[in-house]
């Protein structure tokens, strides 16, 4: 049987893509990719949360499997929202690489002031324990990120660390402990995405790590239950069970922050309703001062 993957068009979401369709490739299984345009790549020139809610790059994707043009699709599962569109599942979970952010710099990592990012969880993080931290918009593909480094508009970057190393790029910086700048909740984690189809569900289950998936599922878990969005600095990381979980203020300077071993799913669901108790009034200044619709 063939099966048509489907991608964004990046260099590092066709890197990604073709690390899965190796591994199906070397277990006889047939695949043609197909690259889908999505409006997180289209629109650069605004920060995320003025394109729309989350999932900017996913919903192309989705909708082209429910149209029968892909059979399923490759996404870094940090992009993927917690509510998905009935019919579509994750089929497969690959081996996580590395979760951790990574500060690229044109210098020496302790002298950069200027730092280029559009995630509000990196921002607050960056000014919560780097004083001093002037924080300037970045969008664009890892290149063009890289590019606008070297050109001197910023002393440094944050991006993710997997990312760089699918891409085979090395990059003076340093590795941003995930136990204290906590990563997007999938951060480092590669998803297939699939219509609810049990012969295509079995197929791509073949390449699945149980461990990943079930670390991933904790986060994800807590993040549903905090319901934060993609505009609220909050950072969600689970190891072996351990669980950090934190929300912060967009000024980094106030934060409602969690660590927890946990042992099933109804644990880290337990643990995300308590966060989201905590943290409501943050959550809801996020919104507000963003100027975006908050529906609890």
């Known amino acids: 049987m063939s099966i048509i993957v489907g991608t964004r068009g990046s260099r590092l979401a066709r890197a990604q893509t073709d690390t899965v369709c190796t591994k199906l490739t070397a277990m006889g299984i047939e695949v043609e990719r197909k690259i889908i345009t999505t409006q997180g790549d289209t629109v650069t020139n605004v920060p995320l949360h003025e394109i729309g809610r989350q999932g900017v790059f996913v919903r192309a994707l989705d909708d082209a499997i429910l149209d029968g043009e892909i059979d399923c699709a490759v996404h870094s599962m940090k992009d993927i929202p917690a509510y998905r569109p009935f019919g579509l599942v994750t089929a497969a979970v690959l081996e996580r690489d590395s979760p951790a952010d990574f500060l690229a710099t044109s210098g020496a990592p302790g002298e950069a002031r200027i730092i280029g990012t559009s995630s509000t969880r990196r921002k607050a993080q960056l000014l919560r324990h780097r004083e001093g931290t002037i924080i300037r918009d970045l969008r664009g593909n890892v290149d063009t990120r890289i590019r606008k480094l070297h050109d001197g508009e910023y002393d440094a970057i944050i991006l993710a660390e997997a990312g760089l190393t699918r891409l085979g790029i090395e990059i003076p910086g340093e590795r941003l402990p995930p136990e204290v700048f906590v990563p997007s909740p999938n951060q480092g984690t590669i998803a297939v995405v699939s219509r609810a189809d049990p012969s295509l569900m079995e197929m791509l289950s073949a390449v699945d790590h149980p461990m990943s998936r079930t670390d991933v599922a904790m986060e994800r878990a807590v993040m549903e239950q905090v319901g934060a969005g993609c505009f609220t600095p909050m950072g969600i990381y689970c190891k072996a069970g351990h669980l950090i ?40 200044e996020a919104y507000r001062t963003l100027g975006i619709s908050y529906e609890r």
């Open 245 to 284: 979980a934190e929300v912060l203020s967009l000024d980094g300077k106030r934060v409602e922050r969690i660590e927890k071993e946990l042992t099933t799913i109804e644990e880290a669901r337990v643990e995300g309703r308590m966060l989201r108790a905590r943290a409501q009034g943050l959550i809801e």
